[in-house]
């Protein structure tokens, strides 16, 4: 019998870990599966940041903290947020949580009540549209394409805003597209959202540091959007730090209140032997991971270069991240042998079995026409992956 509640009935396993999963599988089978699934960095923590965690335990950090992150943590971050964003929030202003992902399922619930409404652009981090779902809200999504760097137009926004919206939700670098919004690009949407001021934006710039623009620049450095804007980020991405579990916000300080009321009632304060890292991670001058951007920059060129030789794959070049989503609608209606393509699930499962590449489906980000592809993977891994797609798709006719 399945006890299950509506809620979790509704929810959609996230289709990145299924497919990690799958790949897991087939590896333990034995078969020579490379995995571009995961959006995880394949370098290790800086030993900095490693050397402050043992401190951490040698300095007995084992005990309860505050719900919303130690006071000395909190105080990092506003520095950080004033030196790498232009934004001055208070160390009441922040909350630390268990990873970028419950910082956002805790802002969602703090402001949307059910029926409310959710603007997401398309393509959007798969977990957006479940949390929404869980807090009972309805996503409202903007379609974009390849063409216009998967950004929307601020006319696309305006259309999109109805009385019902609560919270607009952005990533920049965007996963799973890899676009960045650049200062006036985000100011063209700032000047639609500033006549809405019951409208909350969730930025999220969990990726911020991996990015190949000149400047990167965050909405909440508006001073007329100051008060409506939740910057999201967290140690994930940029300092590979993904199994530490640590993520963060700045916001409106009512909001802030808002998100340790409900943390408190779920997980209380996130480990104090990942907040000791965090501290020594955030502190410190970005320029201590320019040597993983630059990996990162060579990886995605490359997988440009390859990917832009195979007849049917139309790609973009993305500012950030580590992924490139290539528009593979041209392989549709094809096959080959006892596999037909209809769609891009198809596809993934077709390179899957045939190549044995693990990817996501651009199904699972709002993108149907599109699969997700992270050179988050050595040049070697990605040198034979490519290969690999190449001459499974060659085979589809």
């Known amino acids: 019998m399945d006890y299950t509640s509506e809620r979790v009935k509704k929810l959609s396993e996230s289709a990145t870990i299924a497919m990690a999963r799958k790949a897991r599988e087939l590896k333990t089978q034995g078969k020579d599966i490379i995995s571009l699934s995961l959006g995880e960095p394949d370098f290790n923590t800086p030993d900095f940041i490693k050397d402050a965690a043992k401190e951490g335990i040698d300095q007995n950090y084992s005990k309860y903290m505050p719900v919303n992150g130690y006071l000395d943590l909190r105080e990092a971050i506003s520095k950080k947020f004033s030196r790498d964003n232009d ?58 394409s390849i063409e216009n760097d998967f950004k929307i137009t601020p006319s696309q926004l305006k259309n999109a805003i109805t009385d019902k919206t609560k919270i607009m939700i952005y990533s920049s670098p965007c996963n799973p597209s890899g676009s960045v919004y650049s200062k006036d690009e985000l100011r063209s949407l700032a000047d639609v959202l500033v006549n809405y001021p019951l409208i909350t934006i969730v930025s999220d710039e969990i990726y911020e540091h991996i990015n190949f623009t000149s400047k990167y620049f965050s909405m909440g450095a508006f001073s007329d959007m100051y008060n409506q804007v939740v910057t999201v980020n967290g140690v994930s991405k940029s300092f590979a730090m993904t199994g530490w579990r640590l993520g963060y916000i700045g916001a409106p300080i009512w909001l802030a209140k808002a998100c340790t009321k409900i943390q408190g009632q ?80 198809d596809l993934t499962m077709y390179i899957l079995e045939s190549a044995k590449v693990a990817l996501v489906t651009g199904n699972a980000f709002g993108s149907p026409n599109c699969v997700r592809i992270s050179y988050a993977s050595s040049i070697e891994s990605l040198q034979i992956a490519v290969r690999r797609i190449a001459d499974s798709l060659s085979r589809l006719q």
């Open 87 to 144: 934004i001055n929030y208070t160390a009441d202003q922040i909350v630390v949580s268990t990873g970028a992902k419950q910082s956002i399922a805790n802002v969602v619930l703090s402001c949307v009540n059910p029926g409310d409404e959710v603007i997401v652009p398309a393509p959007f981090w798969v977990s957006y549209e479940e949390i929404i779902k869980m807090a009972e809200g309805t996503p409202v999504f903007i379609e974009t």
């Open 266 to 345: 779920f997980t209380s304060g996130t480990s104090g032997i990942s907040q000791r890292a965090a501290l020594a991670a955030i502190s410190a001058d970005p320029i201590v991971i320019n040597d993983m951007k630059t990996a990162f920059l060579k990886r995605r060129d490359f997988v440009l270069t390859e990917l832009s030789k195979i007849k049917g794959i139309k790609i973009n070049k993305p500012q950030g991240a580590f992924y490139v989503f290539p528009d593979i609608s041209s392989f549709f209606n094809k096959s080959y042998k006892d596999y037909t393509i209809k769609n891009a699930d």
